[in-house]
Each structure stands twice: as structure tokens, then as C-alpha cells.
């Protein structure tokens, strides 16, 4: 018995060591890309701002589709408010474009 609880609690800690390797790997991955576009739309606002608002919107979608994935991933509902975070490059991108 002692032997089945160990057993169960280094499955449970292996578990919880993949999905935050995982979810790291999602955020670099899909969070360099965000990142890139939403720094990068408001130089294009200078001279075209169709092309801007295109750049911003790409940045939008990517970093809400990997604030839903990590979510998914770790086995939370994709509504939850950590989706949020996705929203925070192109806030600040948007500022630049519009507000300042």
C-alpha cells in the first residue's frame, strides 16, 4: 500500500512537470510570434494603416489562441480569465497605434 501511494504521487508530479514544460514551450513558441507582430504594428502605422490594423489583428488572434491552449492543455475551461493574458500584447500595441 505505502508503495502504491508513492508510486501514485511520482505519477502525479511527472504529470504536473509535463504540462509546465509544455505550457513553457506554448508560451515561447506562440508568445515570440505575438509579441513580434504587436511590436511591430504601430512602426507600419507610420506609413500604411491598413497594414497596421492587419499586423495587430494576427497578433490578437495568435496570443488569444495560446492563452486557450495553454489553458486547454492544463485542463482548464478556455473561458477561464487567464485568457486574458493573450490580450496583453495588443493592448499595449494598440496604445501605441491609436492612443499615443
Not at 1 to 19: F, G, P, T
Not at 26 to 51: E, I, K
Request: positive net charge.
Amino acid at each position: 500500500m505505502e508503495m502504491n501511494r508513492s508510486a501514485e504521487a511520482e505519477e502525479k508530479s511527472l504529470d504536473l512537470v509535463q504540462r509546465v514544460v509544455i505550457s513553457s514551450i506554448m508560451c515561447v513558441v506562440f508568445g515570440a510570434p505575438t509579441v513580434a507582430l504587436a511590436a511591430y504594428a504601430p512602426h507600419r502605422a507610420q506609413t500604411s494603416m491598413g497594414d497596421a490594423i492587419g499586423l495587430w489583428a494576427m497578433g490578437l488572434i495568435l496570443g488569444l489562441a495560446a492563452a486557450v491552449g495553454v489553458l486547454l492543455f492544463n485542463r482548464r475551461k478556455p473561458w477561464h480569465p487567464a485568457f486574458l493574458l493573450g490580450l496583453i500584447p495588443a493592448a499595449i500595441s494598440a496604445y501605441w497605434m491609436w492612443i499615443r
